[in-house]
C-alpha cells in the first residue's frame, strides 16, 4: 500500500489565478499534494461539473488566498 493510498481527496476551485485569468479552476489535490488533474471554465456552474458528485461542499475560509472561491471533500 502506497502512501497516498488512504489521501483524502479534495477539489479546490479557484478564480482569476495568474496562470488561468478570467476562468475558474478546478484542482485535485491529495491530502496536501496537488495533481496534475486540472480543468479550467469560463463559469462557476461550469467548473462544478468537473467535481465529483459525492463530494461535501466547503466555503472558503477567511483566511484562504482571495483566489480560492470553494472546496470539496
Known amino acids: 500500500m502506497t502512501a497516498l493510498s488512504n489521501a483524502v481527496e479534495i477539489y479546490t476551485v479557484y478564480y482569476n489565478t495568474?496562470?488561468?485569468?478570467g476562468l475558474y479552476v478546478v484542482r485535485?489535490?491529495?491530502?496536501?499534494?496537488?495533481?496534475?488533474?486540472v480543468?479550467?471554465?469560463k463559469t462557476l456552474e461550469e467548473i462544478r461539473?468537473?467535481?465529483?458528485p459525492d463530494k461535501v461542499f466547503l466555503d472558503r475560509m477567511p483566511g484562504d488566498d482571495p483566489?480560492?472561491?470553494?472546496?470539496?471533500l
Open 67 to 72: 483566489v480560492i472561491v470553494e472546496t470539496w
Open 28 to 37: 485535485r489535490w491529495l491530502n496536501d499534494v496537488p495533481t496534475d488533474d
Open 18 to 21: 495568474l496562470d488561468y485569468p
Open 39 to 41: 480543468h479550467t471554465a
Open 49 to 52: 461539473n468537473f467535481v465529483p
